[in-house]
């Protein structure tokens, strides 16, 4: 059974830049057909998507986020992470980490999600 497990920071100054981790048990971010997702729900609104990193290691992030979001992985460590830079109140949120699966074509395994505020 795949465990997805976010680290990060839970307070966070504004223009500082957030790192977010996410470690894998019961799969291995190299297998084929999946993709390995950031996804974040502000307070009172909807989930919104962040972007991937593939089992191949190409991302893709959302057009409104990309200048100031990278994710990148350690495949040793099976952790793949969420780099976030020049942080605003705007940006907070529950942070989640989760596994699209392809063939599938759904989020199957998601992270318990954690609680980031930007706040000077």
């Known amino acids: 059974q795949v465990q997805l497990q976010e680290s990060g920071p839970g307070l966070v100054k504004p223009s500082q830049t957030l790192f977010f981790t996410c470690t894998v048990s019961g799969d291995s971010i190299t297998t084929i057909h999946h993709y390995w997702n950031w996804v974040r729900q502000p307070p009172g609104k909807g989930l919104e998507w962040m972007g991937y990193i593939g089992y191949h290691g190409s991302t893709s992030y959302s057009p409104f986020l990309k200048s100031r979001t990278s994710i990148f992985r350690d495949t040793s460590k099976n952790q793949f992470t969420l780099q976030l830079s020049s942080v605003t109140p705007e940006d907070t949120a529950v942070y989640y980490c989760?596994?699209?699966?392809?063939?599938?074509?759904?989020?199957?395994?998601w992270g318990q999600g954690t609680q980031v505020t930007v706040s000077s």
């Open positions: 989760a596994r699209f699966d392809e063939l599938g074509n759904l989020f199957d395994s």
